[in-house]
């Protein structure tokens, strides 16, 4: 049974950086899509980045373009999302998410069949 398990989040401040880590188990890694989606208190979850299996593909949000990056290394079962020049708004609970076992990415939640626990960032101004 796929298991996610995301770490790295906690407090930063703004202008920071963070990385966040989502290690996944009891799947074939290399051939699942991942993406990172983030939910702010009291709003819907929203997607934030996606690669495809072979670390192509990447999508990201809007309101993260250029300044976060979503990688993996398949050696290591681990997803990463890099989070640079950090806004107070970026403060959310993080979630790993992944599709599979299918090779293709996708922004829509619905798409993804298993979810980590998540992981909470906080960024103060």
């Known amino acids: 049974q796929v298991r996610l398990v995301e770490s790295g989040g906690g407090l930063a401040q703004a202008g920071g950086s963070r990385r966040l880590s989502c290690t996944f188990s009891g799947g074939a890694f290399s051939r699942t899509s991942m993406a990172w989606f983030r939910r702010s208190s009291g709003l819907e979850r929203k997607f934030v980045a996606t690669?495809?299996?072979?670390?192509?593909?990447?999508e990201y949000g809007n309101s993260v373009w250029g300044r976060f990056t979503i990688s993996r290394d398949n050696a290591k079962n681990t997803v990463y999302l890099q989070m640079n020049s950090l806004k107070p708004e970026d403060t959310a609970v993080y979630y790993c998410a992944a599709r599979s076992p299918d090779l293709r990415t996708s922004v829509y939640e619905w798409n993804y069949n298993h979810w980590g626990q998540g992981t909470q960032v906080t960024v103060s101004s």
């Open positions: 690669i495809g299996a072979n670390g192509g593909g990447t």
